[in-house]
């Protein structure tokens, strides 16, 4: 069997099967997909990096390229108040609001009384 460029390193596979066997929820899949997901994730990840190393020497805009392709996720006080926001337009609280809400009450349980 031809290894490709880019294959996981057999300790990494081990790690990822120990990670699924800790963190099994029932429902959540088997270790087949789990692995899978892994290393489809770890490949993506790879060949952008090998994308932004090529961008920063070319252009110099690697880092604007790995920001655009990773966004950062925005911060839970940063949902809650998107959620605050689409709330307040839209004055749902019975679809999505109630989602909102959960955010918004997770963010207050975060402050100190």
Known sequence: ??????SPPPELVREWEANWLHS???????IRYFV?????QWGADQEL?????????YAECG???????????PSLKQQALMGLS???????????????LDTIRR?????PD
């Open 1 to 6: 069997m031809t290894e490709h460029p880019i």
């Open 24 to 30: 099994y929820e029932p429902g959540v899949g088997d």
């Open 36 to 40: 899978a997901t892994r290393a489809a």
């Open 49 to 57: 990096e090998a994308c932004v190393e090529w961008a920063q020497g």
């Open 63 to 73: 880092d604007s390229l790995r920001a655009a392709r990773r966004p950062k996720l």
């Open 86 to 100: 689409r709330i307040e337009s839209t004055g749902d609280f019975f679809s999505d609001g109630m989602k909102d």
């Open 107 to 111: 963010a207050l349980d975060l402050l």
